[in-house]
């Protein structure tokens, strides 16, 4: 009484399953670059745009650090003092800007996580492939 199981030497079954792996691994670098070069053009044209942004923002900054300098003297504050009343607010402001940032890189990762899930997927399928001496065909 046969109940279709397949009855085929385990030489033919291993080197099936080896065949399937290695045809399963070649996609999951197909996807793996997919992922990688999605993630790195982001990356590239963010750090780009940062860039340009990181610039006029230090030259805003050193215009609008003499201006309020400069206005904190003329209203009969002391040049020292107001250089460093405006030096404070400055690290105060750069402080708060880095805990902004941290906060927002929370929970991502380059990882590629489709990737890694799916090379995971394709070894389980493997494994319960060759304990049950048979793969798909």
């Known amino acids: 009484m046969d109940q279709g199981t397949d009855h085929r030497p385990f030489g033919s079954v291993l080197s099936e399953a080896v065949s399937q792996f290695a045809s399963l691994m070649r996609l999951d670098l197909r996807l793996l670059e997919a992922e990688m070069r999605a993630k790195t053009s982001t990356i590239v044209s963010s750090g780009a745009c940062g860039v340009a ?3 006029f923002f230090v030259l805003a900054a050193f215009a609008l650090v003499q201006f ?3 206005a904190m003297i003329h209203f009969g504050v002391g040049a020292m003092f107001a250089c460093l009343i405006v030096g404070a607010v400055l690290i105060g402001a750069g402080v708060l800007s880095l805990y902004l940032a941290k906060r927002a890189l929370i929970g991502w990762t380059i990882t590629p996580v489709e990737t890694v899930n799916q090379v995971r997927t394709d070894l389980a399928a493997l494994k319960q492939g060759l304990r049950y001496g048979s ?3």
């Open 53 to 55: 942004a990181a610039m």
């Open 68 to 70: 309020l300098i400069l």
């Open 135 to 137: 793969t798909q065909q």
